[in-house]
C-alpha cells in the first residue's frame, strides 16, 4: 500500500525501477521497497522543492493522517489534486520536511519511517495484520452477538464500505474460516507486546526498530510461502523458474521472473496467501490501488536477501541482527556485520563460504536436519588461512578464522537446532532436551498464541492449543523448564502478540483428588485461568477461596466437599483480584463464590541475647502474622547447650516453656524470649503424635518420659507417662 501509486502519471514515470532500484544486498532491497512503499523518495528531492505548492499528484483525501475518506455509493476512496506541501501533510510528516535543507538524507530516512499514508500502514507501510503475524501486537478485541473478535484491518472488497460503514465482518484467508472484525482503515487501538522493545507505536517509527519489524514479517512470509509451496507439491526450485506477462511503466509489454527478492516484495504487497497462489496457480491479484503482484516481482527483482535459493547463490545481511540461509548449493554468505545466525540447509556435498563471521557473535545452526546427530563427524581444518568445518556430507568455510579458534568452544560456532510443531493432531509429545536457546516451537494450521495455553507440573511445562471445550488434546511436554523458562524466541511462525499466551492450570483427580493439595507457584491473575474438565462442573457456590498470608487457599464446601479436605494453594495471589475469568470449567456466577479474607494482627517476636531462635521465623522487622479469632502458637527453639529462659509477653513476664499460644487472637502483641546455658527441655507435647517407650515431652514446665506406646494422653494425668524433671 503506498501512496504514490496514486500521483499522477508523469511522476510516477518519473519513479522507474532504474532511479533507485539496482542489485545488491539484503539493505539495498529494503531501501529500494521503503524509497517506493514510504512515498518519500530522496531522489526526488529537487522534484518536491519546486512543487511545494503545486498540485502535481492526484492524491486520497482525508481527514487527518492515515483516515481516508470514501464515496459512501460506492466505498471507494475520494481522490484530489495535492501540491507536495499537502501530500506532506497527508501522511503526516510535514513537521519533519525542512525546505532549507531540502536534499538532507536524514531528513529524508525520518520521513520515510514516519510516512502514515490514507489507510493508516506506516514507513514501509506496515499495518496491523502484518505486525500480528510477525509477533509484534495484539489487536483491539469486540463482542458481536456475544462472541468475542479480534478487531484490525485488512484487505476486503470496496463494497464492504457502501452506506459509510467503517466496520464490518470478514474471514482471513488462509484462516480456514477464521472471522475477524475489519476496519476500514489501519485505526491502531491494539497493543504493542514489547517485542524488541517496540511497546508502542512512537517506537514503531523508530527507524532501528522498524527495520527489525520489516525482517521479521519477511520471515513470516517465507515461512508460509514455503509451507504452501509444499502444500502444493512444488520446491522454491520450481517456483523461482516461473514468469508471468505483464506491463513495465512505460506501458511496453515484458516477461517477469520470479526472484527470491520479487517474491519477498510480492508478500509485503499482497501478502503471503496471495503470493503463494501466484506462485502455485499463476493467480495475479492486485490491491486497493489497482496495483498487482507482479508489478512488485519486477519492480523489486534480482537483489540478493536473507534467503537461499536453490543452486550457487549469495545471501547477503546488513548492519543489523540478522537471521540467514543458505546450503542449497556451493554459496556464500555476506553476514552483514550484525549478532547473526546462519539457518544451514542439509544438502550432502555443498559448501558454504562465510566471508566476515566473528566469533562468539554469529553462530550456525542446523535446524530440523533430517541426519541424526549431524555434528557427531564433526571436523575442523585449517585451510589457506581460513578454517573448514566437515560434518554430515557437508562444509563450511569461515574466512579469516583459525581452526584452533573453533576447537577451544565448537558449541559457540555450531549448534543443532530440534524443531517441534504445534498442530491440532500430533497428540501429546515429550520431550526430554529441548534447549530453549536454539530449539523452536513452530505453528502451522493458522495457530496463534491466542490458541495457545501453556502450563507447569512439578517438572516440565506443557503447551498446545486449547479446543472449544477447554482440553488440550495436542501437546509438547518440555521436561526440566518451568514457565519462566519460556520466551518469545522460543516460538516461531506462530501468530500474533506474545503477551495472548494463556496460562492454565488443568485440574483433574491426579492432581487435585481426594484430600489433595494442589500447590501452584506460578499464578499470573491477568492471565491463568484454572480449568476442570468439561464433563466435571462444580458450582461456584461450592468454593471457598481464603487469603492466607501471601496466598489464596482454595477449598470446597459442604454438601459439595462430602469430606473432601483438597485444596488449591495459589501463592503469591491477592483473592481481590480474582475473577471469573481465573476459572473455567466451573457453573453458576463467581458472584456465589464463598471469599473469606480474614484479619491478620501482627505478633512483634524478638530474641533477647543469644542463644536460639523462635519458629516460625519473623520477617527482618521482626513480625509475625496471626489470623485474627484463632489460635496462634510461638516455638522457642534452643541452641544446643541452651534452654528457655524466661518469656515477656505484652510486658509480662511468664515461666520458661517451649511456646507461648496466643488464645483467639483479636489484636496485635508483643513477645520476647531469653534464653541461658543449661541443658534444654524436650518439645513440647503434642496431643496428635505417636509416642513410644522413652520418648521425653515438656508440659507446662515439666519433663515427662513415655513408658509405652501413647497418642492423645495428656501427660499429668500419669498413664504411660512419669514425670522425670523440672524444665
Known sequence: ????????????????????????????????????????????????????????????????????????STGVMVSEPTTINQFFQKLGIDGIYNPNTPHDPEMFRQMQFNSLNAWGFVGYQLGEAVLIDAGYYSPNTVNIDGKEYDSFYMFVPDSTWIGCKTEALAEIPGSGGNQVYVTDTNLWQGTFVGKNGINSFNDLVIPEKQELVIRDAMHFNYKIMSKLLADANMTWEQALAKSWPDKDDNGQPIQVQATMSGILAAAHLRGAWGTGALLTKDQITCDELGTCITKYVHKFGGFDTLFDVPGDSVSHGSVYDEVLTAGWGNDTVILGGGKNQLLLHEQSGTTTTVTDFVLNKDLIILR????????????????????????????????????????????????????????WNIGKQVVDNFNPAVDKIEGSAGIGFKHLKAYETANSIIIGPQAEDGGIYASYELIGLTLADLTPDMFINVTGGYDRLGFI????????????????????????????????????SALKLTQEGANVVITLLEPTAQGDKKK????????TLLSAANFSGFSGSYSEVTIDIPVMFDIHVAVNGTGGTISPVPGTDGLLQAKGGTDFTVNFIPDNGYKVKDIVVDGVSYPAASSYTFTSVNS???????????????????????????????YNGTVYEAKWWTSGNQPDLGGPWQAIASC
Open 1 to 72: 500500500m503506498t501512496p504514490n501509486k496514486i500521483v499522477s502519471i508523469a511522476v510516477a514515470l518519473a519513479i522507474s525501477p532504474t532511479a533507485f532500484a539496482s542489485q545488491g544486498g539484503m539493505q539495498d532491497f529494503l531501501d529500494a521497497l521503503r524509497d517506493f512503499e514510504s512515498g518519500i523518495n530522496p531522489n526526488l528531492s529537487t522534484f518536491y522543492a519546486e512543487n511545494l505548492d503545486n498540485p502535481v499528484y492526484t492524491y486520497a483525501k482525508v481527514t487527518k493522517p492515515g483516515r481516508l475518506v470514501r464515496d459512501c
Open 368 to 423: 530440523g536436519w533430517q541426519t541424526a546427530d549431524p555434528l557427531a563427524t564433526l571436523t575442523v581444518s585449517d585451510r589457506n588461512g581460513s578454517s573448514e568445518l566437515q560434518f554430515a556430507g557437508q562444509s563450511v568455510i569461515l574466512n579469516g578464522i583459525a581452526a584452533s579458534d573453533i576447537l577451544a568452544s565448537p558449541e559457540s560456532v555450531i549448534q543443532v537446532s530440534n524443531i517441534y510443531t504445534l498442530a
Open 505 to 540: 492450570v488443568p485440574l483433574s483427580h491426579l492432581n487435585w483428588g481426594w484430600n489433595m493439595t494442589l500447590d501452584v507457584a506460578s499464578f499470573d491473575v491477568n492471565k491463568t485461568v484454572l480449568t476442570l474438565p468439561s464433563n466435571q462442573p462444580t458450582p461456584f
Open 568 to 575: 488449591i494453594v495459589l501463592h503469591n495471589t491477592d483473592v
Open 668 to 698: 496485635s502483641h508483643n513477645l520476647t524470649v531469653s534464653f541461658e546455658a543449661g541443658a534444654s527441655c524436650p518439645v513440647a507435647w503434642d496431643s496428635n503424635a505417636v509416642y513410644v517407650a522413652g520418648d521425653q515431652v515438656t
